[in-house]
Each structure stands twice: as structure tokens, then as C-alpha cells.
């Protein structure tokens, strides 16, 4: 089955500072990798998703960095605001699986 | 932005008893999900449905779950004796066969 750790639980960063969360996984079979962002009492929310033909993927403010080779998975967030707080979760599927596999996920803080 | 909704936000019950939790997908997917996250922990999958089955489930669901989709707009879990052990946040998720599955702000599970 698929594990998905690398689990720093807390990060804090000074406003305007670029973050980078990591994360990695362990199936070499996983085909899709996602980013969500859960704010207190929420859902986990979509932040940016990637698929493995693909190892840069960059949205609004957000990249995602994918290195297959050694499994390893990575959020950067830009010039970072404090509606940025909340816990990061990277997730993976593969292998025709339903079911996304999540990490533990990141407490990502942001200080004035 | 169209949105997965779950009721009742918060359910408390009395251990042996049966909860259902009910869950509004996104108007147009076909896809459903059930997933669960322990207090401090990890985002968990149970179960995925498609086309009034279930299409995967994780060793978590158990006979003592089970997904219906009983019209066309709910879609619920039920637990039939509940335990101790299933306190815990529940979120349904829905995709339209596309990634990425979209999640609701879930339900808080108290067993007493």
C-alpha cells in the first residue's frame, strides 16, 4: 500500500516570506498528487494538484515541485499572507485507486 | 462556487446506537466519498461510490458502515452500532470523474 509521510507538523514563517512544505511518498505506482489546505473547523480545501507526467506544476502564488525519482513531493507558497495559516495536507493516488492516501499534514503559521 | 454540504455539522450519540450522516455532493458529480479524520490525525479513506455501488473501500469499512445514495441529491453513511472509536471528524467528498475530489466541512462524530 502507500504510506505518505516526511511530516513536519509545525512551520512558521514571517509574512511576505516564501514557505515551502514537503512531503513524500512510497509507491513508486502513485500517478496523482494533490495540495489542500484545511482551516480550522473546515474541510480540506484544493489548493493545486499535480500528475506524474509532470514535475513543476505553478498556480497563484502556489508550486508544485514533484521529484519522482525520489519520491518526494513539495508545496511552495509565495510572498505568504496570514490567510495562509492552516494545516497542509499532501495526498497521493495510484494504480486505479479511488481513494486518496493523505500525509499527516503541516501547521503552516504566519507571523506579523 | 457550487459546494459539498454535510449535515448535522455536529452529531452526538450514545455508543451502540445507530448515526447516519448525510451528505449534499456537488449538483453535477457522479463520484461519492467518505473519509474520516481522527482528532490529531491523519485524513483517512473509507469508501467511494459510483453508479448506486460501492467501487473501493478501505479496511476501515467495516459491516458496520455502510454508503446509500437514497434519492438523487443525498448521499449517507451509516454506522450501526457505533463505538467508542469512531469519534471523529467525517468528510464526504464528490468529483465528477475528474480530479480533484471536492470536500465538505464535515461532521464531528461524538460517541458518549
Known amino acids: 500500500g502507500e504510506s505518505v509521510g516526511l511530516h513536519l507538523p509545525t512551520l512558521s514563517v514571517q509574512e511576505g516570506d516564501n514557505s515551502i512544505i514537503n512531503c513524500a511518498y512510497s509507491?513508486?505506482?502513485?500517478?496523482?498528487f494533490i495540495w489542500y489546505k484545511q482551516e480550522s473547523g473546515k474541510g480540506p480545501q484544493f489548493i493545486i494538484d499535480?500528475?506524474?507526467?509532470?514535475d513543476k506544476r505553478q498556480g497563484q502564488r502556489v508550486t508544485v515541485l514533484l521529484n519522482k525519482t525520489v519520491k518526494h513531493l513539495s508545496l511552495q507558497i509565495a510572498a505568504t499572507q496570514p490567510g495562509d495559516s492552516a494545516v497542509y495536507f499532501c495526498?497521493?493516488?495510484?494504480?486505479?485507486?479511488?481513494?486518496?492516501?493523505f500525509g499527516k499534514g503541516t501547521h503552516l503559521i504566519i507571523q506579523p | 462556487e457550487p459546494e459539498v454540504t454535510q449535515t448535522p455539522s455536529h452529531q452526538v450519540t450514545q455508543m451502540g446506537q445507530e448515526v447516519i450522516l448525510r451528505c449534499v455532493p456537488i449538483?453535477?458529480?457522479?463520484?461519492f466519498y467518505w473519509y474520516r479524520q481522527i482528532l490529531g490525525q491523519k485524513v483517512e479513506f473509507l469508501v467511494s461510490?459510483?453508479?448506486?455501488?460501492?467501487?473501493?473501500k478501505s479496511e476501515i469499512f467495516d459491516d458496520q458502515f455502510s454508503v446509500e445514495r437514497p434519492d438523487g441529491s443525498n448521499f449517507t453513511l451509516k454506522i450501526r452500532s457505533t463505538k467508542l472509536e469512531d469519534s471523529a471528524m467525517y468528510f464526504c467528498?464528490?468529483?465528477?470523474?475528474?480530479?480533484?475530489?471536492?470536500f465538505g466541512d464535515g461532521t464531528r462524530l461524538s460517541i458518549l
Open positions: 467528498a464528490s468529483n465528477s470523474g475528474v480530479w480533484p475530489q471536492h
Open positions: 461510490f459510483y453508479n448506486n455501488e460501492i467501487s473501493e
Open positions: 449538483s453535477n458529480h457522479l463520484y
Open positions: 495526498a497521493v493516488a495510484g494504480g486505479g485507486a479511488d481513494g486518496l492516501t
Open positions: 509507491n513508486s505506482a502513485s500517478d496523482y
Open positions: 499535480i500528475r506524474s507526467n509532470m
